[in-house]
């Protein structure tokens, strides 16, 4: 009699759809949580008229509202496409920024 062994790892992420980076050091920060387990992630905000407000390659859980000229973006609804380079997933949502 033989047996096999077969070992599944389940990576998961927590997309949160709000933060508020105002300053007080709470929810100051995107935090997708389990993108450490996960590697290089694409990560892409735009506003409601579709302009891209913020882009990065490899998303390391740092953005704090600001859009690529480093001015705070105003609370509002923005829309995000993510893309981990350890899955097949593409995950793709709103969020809110709240000040």
């Given at each position: 009699?033989?047996?096999?062994?077969?070992?599944?790892?389940?990576?998961?992420?927590?997309?949160?759809?709000?933060?508020?980076?105002?300053?007080?050091?709470?929810?100051?920060?995107?935090?997708?949580?389990?993108?450490?387990?996960?590697?290089?992630?694409?990560?892409?905000?735009?506003?409601?008229?579709g302009?891209?407000?913020?882009?990065?390659?490899?998303?390391?859980?740092?953005?704090?509202?600001?859009?690529?000229?480093?001015?705070?973006?105003?609370?509002?609804?923005?829309?995000?496409l993510?893309?981990?380079?350890?899955?097949?997933?593409?995950?793709?949502?709103?969020?809110?920024?709240?000040?």
């Amino acid at each position: 009699m033989s047996s096999s062994e077969v070992i599944v790892e389940v990576k998961s992420l927590v997309v949160p759809n709000a933060f508020s980076p105002n300053g007080d050091n709470v929810n100051d920060h995107y935090v997708i949580l389990g993108l450490e387990e996960i590697g290089p992630v694409y990560f892409e905000v735009w506003n409601r008229w579709g302009q891209t407000v913020y882009e990065s390659t490899e998303y390391q859980n740092d953005w704090e509202g600001l859009n690529k000229n480093g001015n705070e973006l105003p609370a509002d609804t923005y829309y995000y496409l993510l893309k981990p380079g350890g899955l097949d997933e593409t995950y793709k949502g709103f969020l809110v920024i709240q000040r």
